[in-house]
């Protein structure tokens, strides 16, 4: 069992930088995968970025590719979303996912979501 805690959304401008924060309990986390997600007023929720539990792969949307990172710190167990260069398209409710297998569309589990604003 997995809870993943979201934390680190706001108000930025665009053009701006935020840092997105996963804290996770469970022992087991290190060797989970590890998923962002986002959610727009009126859209579906969409996949931004996954990274493999041996911080050895990395995958994003094309949409934020070369903007955002997805990173780890298993010691903390916490997973971060560094995101640079941010549009106003950006704006959404940004989750945090988790699971013993490569991230999919489905994964196993959820955070509560954090969310993020870009004004033009």
């Known amino acids: 069992q997995v809870q993943l805690v979201e934390s680190g959304g706001g108000l930025v401008q665009a053009g701006g930088s935020l840092t997105l924060s996963c804290a996770a309990s469970?022992?087991?986390?290190?060797?989970?995968?590890m998923g962002w997600f986002r959610q727009a007023p009126g859209k579906e929720r969409e996949f931004v970025a996954a990274?493999?539990?041996?911080?050895?792969?990395?995958h994003y949307a094309d949409s934020v590719k070369g903007r955002f990172s997805i990173s780890r710190d298993n010691a903390k167990n916490t997973g971060y979303l560094q995101m640079n260069s941010l549009k106003p398209e950006d704006t959404a409710v940004y989750y945090c996912a988790a699971d013993p297998r490569p991230i999919s569309a489905a994964p196993s589990y959820w955070g509560q979501g954090t969310q993020v604003t870009v004004s033009s």
């Open positions: 990274i493999s539990w041996s911080v050895g792969s990395t």
């Open positions: 469970g022992r087991t986390f290190s060797t989970y995968f």
